[in-house]
């Protein structure tokens, strides 16, 4: 060590076992809740006295049994109102016996309209959490029952929700080896899936395709779209549409996005004594990160980083990722007993599997986690992708100013462009939403009065922002 307060930090570290690590792998489908800021509610023990089995549609699409695969995958309950959508698992990984659960709904206003594949973080967060906590057609309320959203992105857009990785919600794999170890395994099998998904609803080809994420799905979004430019360019494959993607509060380097001394002590969550007051203050925990990160050290950085977020939490009492937060009650997770009920899982076609808002697959991971995307993000940008990326302002995970910084540094052939452009307001039918920044094919957007989570504070404008960028010409 270089630095006398890292080697101070290790020993620290060591005496509190934050870097131990266990030689058996844990149970990818449990979640310990050591880390409370990354964890909400577990999924609960389940009736296994659940008439039908999970739908497994892999075989008949192989078949060219789209018609019977389509109609085997419609979900029919009196609770969803009569909105018409379509659930089961994708196959894909037939040695490990790895299935990926999706949910679709196909738009209200058009079946021309763009297609959104939605992608949670985490990583190990479900994507039904974006369903029911952010944008789709329903809301849980506290009695475990449904009721329709006001604003819900499916009135203009056809989009499918996936739980991913394997392992997180509904998808799962018959044997540890099935899990993903990096970003490439990910992509594989997200590959896998939307390539059956399109092959099962052959109409939406054509349509434009958006990839969307939050948070940890940053990474997840911007390695997606760049092997779905690189499949599209191979000759003899299918072809997806792809017209853009967009981040939420998102992480794409992590090394360069993560200053949470400075963003802490900007809105009174550290003071001066917390900063460098002490020998394992918030300063030296998060210097020592940035340095693991950098040496390639990436499963020691991931357990620092663990500490530095209960450090965090210690020093000002929150281990909410958003402002808006104060409260647990405040977390909008109704929907995992909702899902975990009997007769839902019957009509969601996943038999007995029980459901996990966030699962661990995250400690698979630990050596992909701090990597970062750089390099796939200017390939995007320099093929013409539309890019955005929209901030909350009140986030404490992924906040503006360190993914505006972030953005001004990439360097791409139009990026003066972007650096130089004004920013401006912006308005949603006379109320100021927030501030944006354009320059080139890509879109940096600043939303009032919203944490991690936008969509969920503020969903009258994040569907003005998310519709208008899927269709613009």
Same mark, same amino acid.
């Given at each position: 060590?270089?630095?006398?307060?890292?080697?101070?930090?290790?020993?620290?570290?060591?005496?509190?076992?934050?870097?131990?690590? @266990?030689?058996?792998?844990?149970?990818?489908?449990?979640?310990?809740?050591?880390?409370?800021?990354?964890?909400?509610?577990?999924? *609960?023990?389940?009736?296994?006295?659940?008439?039908? #089995?999970?739908?497994?549609?892999?075989?008949?699409?192989?078949?060219?049994? &789209?018609?019977?695969?389509?109609?085997?995958?419609?979900?029919?309950?009196?609770?969803?109102?009569?909105?018409?959508?379509?659930?089961?698992?994708?196959?894909?990984?037939?040695?490990?016996? #790895?299935?990926?659960?999706?949910?679709?709904?196909?738009?209200? &206003?058009?079946? *021309?309209?763009?297609?959104?594949?939605?992608?949670?973080?985490?990583?190990?967060?479900?994507?039904?959490?974006?369903?029911?906590?952010?944008?789709?057609?329903?809301?849980?309320?506290?009695?475990?029952?449904?009721?329709?959203?006001?604003? @819900?992105?499916?009135?203009?857009?056809?989009?499918?929700?996936? +739980?991913?990785?394997?392992?997180?919600?509904?998808?799962?794999?018959?044997?540890?080896?099935?899990?993903?170890?990096?970003?490439?395994?990910?992509?594989?099998?997200? =590959?896998?899936?939307?390539?059956?998904?399109?092959?099962?609803?052959?109409?939406?080809?054509?349509?434009?395709?958006?990839?969307?994420?939050?948070?940890?799905?940053?990474?997840?979004?911007?390695?997606?779209?760049? @092997?779905?430019?690189?499949?599209? +360019?191979?000759?003899?494959?299918?072809?997806? $549409?792809?017209?853009?993607?967009?981040?939420? $509060?998102?992480?794409?380097?992590?090394?360069?996005?993560?200053?949470?001394?400075?963003? +802490?002590?900007?809105?009174?969550?550290?003071?001066?004594?917390?900063?460098?007051?002490? *020998?394992?203050?918030?300063? $030296?925990?998060?210097?020592?990160?940035?340095?693991?990160?950098?040496?390639?050290?990436?499963?020691?950085?991931?357990?620092?980083?663990?500490?530095?977020?209960?450090?965090?939490?210690? =020093?000002?009492?929150?281990?909410?990722?958003?402002?808006?937060?104060?409260?647990?009650?405040?977390? *909008?997770?109704?929907? &995992?007993?909702?899902?975990?009920?009997?007769?839902?899982?019957?009509?969601?076609?996943?038999?007995?599997?029980?459901?996990?808002?966030?699962?661990?697959?995250?400690?698979?991971?630990?050596?992909?986690?701090?990597?970062?995307?750089?390099?796939?993000?200017?390939?995007?940008?320099?093929?013409?992708?539309?890019?955005?990326? =929209?901030?909350?302002?009140? +986030?404490? &995970?992924?906040?503006?100013?360190?993914?505006?910084?972030?953005?001004?540094?990439?360097?791409?052939?139009?990026?003066?462009?972007?650096?130089?452009?004004?920013?401006?307001?912006?308005?949603?039918?006379?109320?100021? !939403?927030?501030?944006?920044?354009?320059?080139?094919?890509?879109?940096?957007?600043?939303?009032?009065? !919203?944490?991690?989570?936008?969509?969920?504070?503020?969903?009258?404008?994040?569907?003005?922002?998310?519709?208008?960028?899927?269709?613009?010409?």
């Amino acid at each position: 060590m270089k630095n006398l307060s890292f080697c101070i930090l290790f020993i620290i570290l060591l005496q509190s076992n934050v870097f131990g690590v @266990s030689s058996e792998d844990a149970d990818p489908r449990q979640q310990d809740c050591e880390y409370p800021m990354a964890c909400f509610e577990q999924g *609960k023990v389940i009736d296994t006295d659940v008439k039908g #089995s999970p739908l497994f549609l892999t075989s008949m699409i192989e078949k060219n049994q &789209i018609n019977e695969a389509r109609a085997a995958a419609e979900v029919t309950h009196d609770d969803f109102h009569g909105l018409k959508s379509y659930s089961g698992f994708l196959t894909v990984d037939k040695r490990y016996g #790895s299935h990926m659960f999706f949910w679709y709904y196909p738009a209200l &206003i058009s079946p *021309k309209a763009p297609v959104i594949l939605w992608l949670h973080g985490g990583p190990g967060d479900s994507g039904l959490f974006g369903l029911f906590a952010e944008h789709g057609p329903y809301i849980v309320d506290d009695d475990s029952r449904l009721r329709i959203r006001n604003v @819900s992105w499916n009135l203009h857009h056809n989009i499918l929700y996936i +739980d991913n990785p394997v392992g997180s919600g509904f998808s799962f794999t018959n044997h540890e080896s099935g899990l993903s170890r990096n970003l490439e395994n990910v992509v594989f099998n997200l =590959y896998e899936a939307l390539s059956q998904f399109f092959k099962l609803f052959p109409q939406l080809e054509n349509n434009k395709f958006y990839i969307c994420g939050e948070s940890y799905a940053g990474k997840f979004v911007t390695a997606l779209a760049h @092997s779905i430019k690189l499949q599209n +360019d191979r000759e003899g494959g299918m072809t997806i $549409n792809l017209k853009g993607i967009a981040v939420g $509060n998102g992480l794409v380097n992590p090394l360069k996005q993560l200053n949470y001394q400075r963003d +802490d002590y900007t809105v009174g969550f550290l003071d001066a004594t917390n900063i460098y007051g002490k *020998k394992e203050s918030f300063k $030296n925990i998060e210097d020592f990160v940035h340095y693991l990160i950098r040496e390639g050290n990436h499963e020691v950085a991931y357990a620092a980083f663990k500490h530095l977020m209960e450090s965090r939490n210690k =020093y000002h009492q929150s281990p909410f990722p958003s402002l808006m937060t104060v409260s647990a009650t405040d977390f *909008k997770h109704n929907f &995992i007993d909702f899902l975990n009920r009997p007769e839902i899982r019957r009509a969601l076609h996943v038999g007995d599997l029980e459901f996990y808002g966030k699962s661990n697959v995250d400690k698979h991971m630990d050596q992909d986690l701090f990597k970062s995307e750089d390099e796939h993000l200017v390939n995007l940008l320099e093929d013409d992708v539309r890019v955005l990326f =929209y901030n909350g302002a009140l +986030d404490k &995970i992924a906040s503006y100013n360190a993914t505006n910084e972030y953005l001004m540094g990439l360097n791409w052939s139009r990026a003066d462009e972007f650096r130089r452009s004004p920013r401006k307001e912006w308005r949603v039918a006379g109320e100021l !939403a927030g501030y944006t920044k354009e320059g080139g094919n890509l879109k940096h957007v600043l939303v009032l009065n !919203a944490g991690q989570h936008v969509p969920d504070d503020q969903p009258f404008w994040m569907w003005d922002l998310i519709t208008a960028f899927t269709y613009a010409n």
